[in-house]
C-alpha cells in the first residue's frame, strides 16, 4: 500500500516515526498521545488473535476476558474502517 504525496509530506513535516506495523497498517507516533508497550502488546494480541483464529484461553469467546473481548471489537471495527478508507480511495 502506497502513501498519498500528502500524506508523505505531513509525516516529514511532523517528523513522525513509525511505532508499530500489523500487517499493511503501519500506526506512526502522534504529538498528542503515544502507544505505550501495554497497547502495543494487545493490538499484537488481537492481530494474533484474527489471523490464526485461536484464543487466548479456551471456552470460546465466552471463556475469554471482557478486557479481551472489547479489544478485539475495538480492533475489528479500526480494521474495517481502514479497509473502507483503502477501497474508497
Not at 5 to 27: H, I, P, T, W, Y
Not at 41 to 60: A, V
Request: glycine content about 6%; proline content about 2%; aromatic content about 12%.
Amino acid at each position: 500500500m502506497e502513501y498519498s504525496e500528502e500524506v508523505k509530506e505531513e509525516l516529514k513535516e511532523k517528523e513522525a516515526q513509525k511505532v508499530f506495523s500489523l500487517g499493511d497498517v503501519r500506526l506512526y507516533e502522534c504529538p498528542l498521545s503515544y502507544i505505550t508497550e501495554e497497547t502495543q502488546d494487545l493490538m499484537r494480541l488481537c492481530f494474533l488473535i484474527d489471523e490464526t483464529k485461536q484464543l487466548l484461553y479456551g471456552g470460546g469467546w465466552g471463556g475469554q476476558p471482557v478486557w479481551l473481548v472489547e479489544a478485539f471489537e475495538v480492533y475489528k471495527v479500526e480494521i474495517l474502517r481502514h479497509l473502507e478508507k483503502t477501497k474508497n480511495a
